[in-house]
């Protein structure tokens, strides 16, 4: 029998009436013969006003207890839920984290899911009842209550779905695994597979928050790497730990209205189409906080000694920009969440002294930033983006890139004009095949996009049924040296608006197709730009970025330099798993090559060292993460 998890979002279940329709929803498809599985989260806005009351008794509540007090606002969801199910005819019984097994870490306040147990489940649905569970939260090996992180009901939604999906068969009580040949759930739920559907306020994923720019567009589908980014860099529609599930295990997704019956956006594998536009969406964060590290020695395992150290309290760095060296001294530029400052400028500082080096940050800065993997493709994208920001007099703070995304940091007060003048520049706002339509028009117009059918031939199944006994862990899929490109690097370029986006825009009038991009602030005013091109156009590139360079200030110093080598680690969850850049610095480290450039983003993390140690390097990454 097809089985349903249906997610329904604190939107969702604030009232009776709401419940009560949501319960309905369930009761559609139990009755149209799937098995249904409801994850539920706090009402409206239970979960921050357990915040405000826990503030109200200490501004730093412990994590534990947080736990404790956050899980109850899952459990009155599930109660009412199964009383709404059970009144209105249908057999259901609610459970909590802990009583399915979600066994997590013991990170409080953002655990990482390690196992679920799938037996007390698969028990209840096969006595034909609706299990309905609370999302959010688990249990550590030693019974405490633990919490994913806010936005956490979508992981446990899918973390359900996909173990169900290929462990769904586990009866008795000694974990038996049957994950036979299970068929993915058909690109649209049908047959005998497993589907998803997030439930929320919002008809879809749209081009970016429709709530900011009311002019956004509804997704008919995405993929899970574009909704990976987009999720990680500030699109709150979706909690980023869900759709690495999601990838990982092969669930397709359905974001859909908790209030009306239209079609969401589907979240599928990668298809052909997805590359015809160069970004399919962007995002802001409004609260970052960016921290720089001004003067550090320009030395193999400084990078290293950092963020061990930031990693070590579990805090994810966002972005990071490290500059190539001058004089020997570098500066690493990275950006938190603003709640996670106070814990990092704590961890950095006493490094920083340590190191003969000085610690500023600032606070009213927000993150602005475009996907699409048609990126990988279409070019002249980064440059569009700046010439953007350049024409809404939008200074850019720091620049970092990934394969299918680029981020820039900007201030606060330009951050929402920010992401309206790329949203315009790419079209975002414009009809377009596989984004919804305006509202009147007819459909023939643009063609909807169907969503890729899900097919797991050939998919390794034993490995997924060890990457079940430890869900949550990082996936690394790749390592990868590229030496076919140089760097250019203009030292002290004045830091104001529309500097960077001459220089793109000359390189990009002589053909010169650019790749990585780093900008950081390096000093009072002054901010340092290095990118990377095609050796065979590195001399014509550096003549192009000198003149440009040079009418800014005629003393501008810009370096080429062709003996660069670039390494990938290419996997799902790069950035929030703390431990990655820890892992890959410190592989780096250990053998006492310097890092010069480093950019981060989920999917992929990226370092540039000396050319001739890129080999060894790739050595160096392939044992750390175990790739062959
Ligand atoms: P739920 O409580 O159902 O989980 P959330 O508030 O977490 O709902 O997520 C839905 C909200 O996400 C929307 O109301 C919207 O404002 C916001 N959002 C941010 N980015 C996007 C996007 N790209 N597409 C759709 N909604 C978005
Ligand atoms: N209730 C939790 C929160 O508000 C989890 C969730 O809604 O997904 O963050
Ligand atoms: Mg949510």
Known sequence: MPLVVQKFGGSSVATAERIMRAARRAINARQAGSQVIVVVSARGDT??????????????????????????????????????IQTLGEKAIS??????????????????????????????LDEGKIVIVAGFQGIDEDYNITTLGRGGSDTTAVALAAVMKHRGQETGGRGQEAAGRNQGAGGRGQGSGVGCEIYTDVDGVYTTDPRIVPEARKLDAISYDEMLELASVGAGVMHSRSIEFAKKFDVPLQVRSSFTDTEGTWIVPESEWMHDVPVCGAAIVKDEARVGIVGVPDQPGISHRIFSAIAQENIAVDMIAQNVGSGGKASIGFTVTKTELPNTLAVVRPLAVSLGASVEHAEEVSKVSIVGTGMRTHTGVAERMFAALAGAGVNMKMITTGDIKISVLVDKADGVKALRSVHQTFQLDKPRAGAGLP????????????????????????????????????VV???????????????????????????????????IIVDTIVQNLAGPGR??????????DLDRALQLTCAVAQNFDPAAQVLADANIARLFVLGIGMRTHTGVARRMFGALAERGINIRMINTSEVRVSVVVD?????????ALKAAFNVR
Do not use: W
């Open 439 to 474: 509202v009147g028009a007819t459909p023939a117009a643009v063609p909807a996009r169907a969503p890729a059918v899900l097919d797991d031939n050939g998919r390794d199944l034993a490995a997924i049924t060890q990457q079940l006994s430890s869900m949550e862990e990082i």
């Open 527 to 536: 901010a340092q730009l290095s990118f990377s091109v095609p050796q065979a």
């Open 611 to 619: 050319q001739p140690r890129g080999e060894e390097a790739l050595a």
């Open 47 to 84: 979960t921050d006003e357990l915040i405000e009351l826990a503030k109200e008794i200490t501004d730093r509540p412990p994590a534990r207890e947080m736990d404790m007090l956050l899980a109850t606002g899952e459990q009155i969801s599930i109660a009412l839920m199964a009383m709404a």
């Open 477 to 511: 899929s790749d390592v990868q040296l590229s030496t076919d490109q140089g760097s250019i690097t203009v030292f002290d370029l004045p830091d104001e608006t529309g500097n960077c986006s001459k220089v793109f825009q000359a390189v990009a009038a002589g053909g």
């Open 95 to 124: 459970f909590t984290g802990a009583q399915i097994g979600i066994v997590t870490d013991s990170y409080h306040t953002k655990a990482r899911i390690k196992n679920i147990s799938t037996q007390r489940m698969r028990q209840a």
